[in-house]
């Protein structure tokens, strides 16, 4: 154990998965491929809205965006833990954990404002067809976009800020990246206010969008079940189940890392959820619309 202040440490050990060291081989293979699939599923997706003109509209307009914020979300972590697989113990200088957990925080808590901004999205295209088009033109998407990554930069700093002018204690991170949660051991003494901070900021990057979530759903399931007709509820469910699903994915699997004090955390758990929501949620994602949707599934035919 390494004892005293340490504010002056100029680099951290990321432990990785080294209790599971017979399984590098297994997970670098698993994970390299899992990334390159990634990349190329919402490279596909990109691509295909951009190409194909009836596709030009607010919903495939956010799903661009959500795949371009997945592809950079995963791009932030992916190196450093195939590296972990690699060599082991890595040595990260603690400028590069700086960025990497800022850039985490940027990208993830991004995209749960740009669920949010798709939620809005259905709720005007379902509730209020007829002036949709008016309500979502091209300067109100690129505002909630907008909007959707200036949150992300003012968590991102916020938390990469206070965790860094902290005293530490130590240099050995148990985990594959500069996550928030591992690194809070690294504290000196009372490390309640920086477990107080995290869950702050935690309720509103999460549950801030999710409630706005929730509100869009809870108008638009009683806007379809007012429809007369049963094809008409069908195709508007259609519409919202993809983005309904990947929003319970997502949400899910980050409220569970981070709405929690820091006595429950499980190091290998923790790495367990961390996997699920960087590395195969932006995986699904490109799936999911694909494959539940018949206007991409066409463009992808043509």
């Known amino acids: 154990m390494i004892l005293g202040n340490l504010s002056g440490v100029s680099e951290f050990r990321l432990l990785g998965f080294s209790e599971s060291s017979h399984l590098h081989p297994l997970l670098f293979v698993v994970l390299l491929s899992l990334y390159i699939l990634t990349l190329m599923a ?44 690699v060599v082991g ?3 990260i200088s603690k400028t590069r954990c700086a960025l990497q957990m800022f850039f985490f925080l940027f990208f993830g ?58 005293p530490l204690c130590g240099s050995a991170i148990n985990h594959f990246f500069c996550e928030i949660q591992p690194f809070l051991d690294l504290l000196c003494g009372n490390t309640s206010p920086s477990e107080i901070q995290v869950i702050v900021v935690a309720l509103f990057a999460i549950l801030t969008p999710f409630f706005l979530v929730i509100y869009s759903y809870i108008r638009i399931i009683s806007t379809i079940l007012q429809m007369a007709s049963a094809e008409s509820q069908r ?14 994915l997502f949400y899910g699997t980050a409220g569970s890392m981070y709405l929690r004090p820091k006595y429950s955390y499980c190091a290998s758990v923790d790495k367990f959820l961390s996997l699920s929501y960087s590395v195969v949620t932006p995986l699904l994602n490109p799936v999911i619309y694909s494959l539940r949707n018949k206007e991409v599934k066409g463009a992808l035919r043509k």
């Open 109 to 166: 808590v991004a995209e749960c404002f740009l669920l949010a901004a798709m939620s809005l999205d259905r709720y005007f295209a379902i509730c209020y067809p007829l002036h949709y088009t008016i309500i979502m033109n091209s300067r109100v998407c690129r505002s909630l976009v907008a909007g959707t990554y200036l949150c992300g930069t003012a968590v991102g700093l916020v938390h990469t800020l206070m965790t860094f002018s902290s």
């Open 42 to 85: 919402n490279t596909v997706i990109a691509f295909i809205i951009n190409s194909d003109n009836t596709l030009h509209t607010p919903m495939y307009f956010f799903l661009t965006q959500l795949s371009c914020l997945d592809i950079c979300y995963l791009s932030v972590i992916i190196p450093t833990i195939l590296e972990n697989l």
């Open 89 to 91: 113990t890595v040595s």
């Open 235 to 248: 195709k508007a469910f259609s519409t919202c189940s993809s983005h309904l699903l990947v929003v319970t």
